[in-house]
């Protein structure tokens, strides 16, 4: 454990009594309270998530725009300054490298945001794939994160900032100071509730920290860890890259066709995914209700008529439905709403149904 990295938040996490694990080559909090306590409050008021262990990637120069065109699968050019654009970034034979977002700063500049366990990798495939006027730079250290999610986040962050909120849509993002601290804020999250992404330096992040939930002290704000965004992202069917996406499996297959523009100029990876949408993919990501009693876990298998037909790739109790639920990989003949399946759950068939995805929708 020494080894790990640690967030500039990891004294708060300590005393604030946070258990903490390894993920990704950091040192994070999975739980301060219990994972159920944590989940309820961010879908009820809010909760608060460091999330410093994101990496930050900057790519700018004169060529930046087309030279993205060519990196991801959607269309970077869709989206002016101030504006965020989720993307895959895939091999050439599909497979995804990892996903990402894409701020758009302005004067072609761009901050990509991407999974922390990827970030070496991520930099190495840029670069490798550099054309143009483009300049790559590793950001990470420069900044640090956290995700104010959940239906009171407005009220919450509104009461320590003149920035107004209300003029940030869905995807946007504006800059100034939330507390004294100067921060990028974005209406974004991985939690299936409206919030916020607040980026600031490292040494402003514990003011930020300590502002938000003095600010949310009476609206229920709570810490909440890994555990709580894992529940929260699955029951929004969130993809997870290692578990819903990966080197061997594409965006089609993920159910994020909507994510790769076939209509804009060449791509890398558009060639594979061009066969791969018009043969259609061998396996459809579905979300899976349990009938019978048990815990669907990441790489059980799924079985029809007591053959194997496809894997569990999230799984675990769902708070908000007070179920036991699954993402899972099916070939495609038994993806349909309603199948029946069975989760093969320590050598015993558990009985399962093919429900809509996702398991959770915010109430408007």
């Not at 029951?235 to 080197?247: C, D, I, R």
Request: with cysteine; hydrophobic share 40%.
């Amino acid at each position: 454990m020494s080894e790990l990295k640690r967030t500039p938040l990891y004294q708060v996490h300590l005393q604030t009594g946070a258990k903490m694990v390894e993920f990704g080559g950091w040192h994070m909090p999975v739980q301060y309270q219990g994972i159920i306590k944590e989940h309820q409050a961010t879908r009820e008021s809010a909760g608060l998530f460091d999330v410093s262990h994101m990496g930050e990637i900057l790519v700018e120069g004169a060529d930046a725009l087309p030279f993205l065109q060519r990196l991801v699968t959607n269309d970077v050019s869709k989206i002016g300054i101030g504006r965020i654009l989720y993307t895959p970034m895939v091999k050439e034979d599909g497979g995804t490298v990892d996903d990402l977002l894409i701020y758009n700063l302005g004067l072609n500049r761009y901050l990509l945001v991407v999974n922390a366990a990827n970030k070496e990798k991520d930099l190495l495939w840029i670069e490798s794939h550099l054309s143009g006027q483009v300049g790559v730079a590793d950001k990470s250290d420069e900044y640090a994160l956290l995700a104010l999610q959940g239906p009171g986040a407005e009220k919450i962050l509104q009461q320590i900032t003149a920035l107004d909120l209300k003029t940030i849509k869905k995807y946007h993002f504006t800059v100034g100071a939330v507390s004294g601290v100067p921060c990028l804020v974005s209406r974004t999250g991985y939690t299936g509730e409206d919030g916020f992404e607040l980026y600031c330096h490292p040494e402003g992040v514990e003011q930020l920290w300590h502002a938000l939930m003095e600010a949310g002290r009476d609206e229920g704000l709570t810490p909440a860890g890994l555990g709580a965004r894992d529940t929260l992202r699955m029951e929004a069917a969130l993809p997870l890259y290692g578990q819903e996406l990966s080197e061997e499996i594409n965006p089609l297959m993920a159910g994020l066709g909507w994510t790769v523009k076939f209509d804009k100029e060449d791509f890398i990876g558009k060639g594979a995914l061009l066969k791969i949408k018009e043969q259609g993919a061998d396996h459809r990501l579905i979300g899976l209700e349990m009938v019978g009693r048990g815990i669907p876990r990441t790489g059980y298998q799924i079985q029809a008529g007591g053959q194997p037909v496809g894997w569990v790739t999230s799984g675990g109790f769902a708070p908000s439905l007070n179920t036991n639920i699954a993402l899972a990989y099916v070939k495609p003949e038994f993806a349909a709403v309603d199948t029946e399946l069975e989760v093969l759950i320590r050598g015993k068939e558990i009985k399962a149904k093919v429900v809509t995805k996702p398991f959770y929708k915010k109430s408007l």
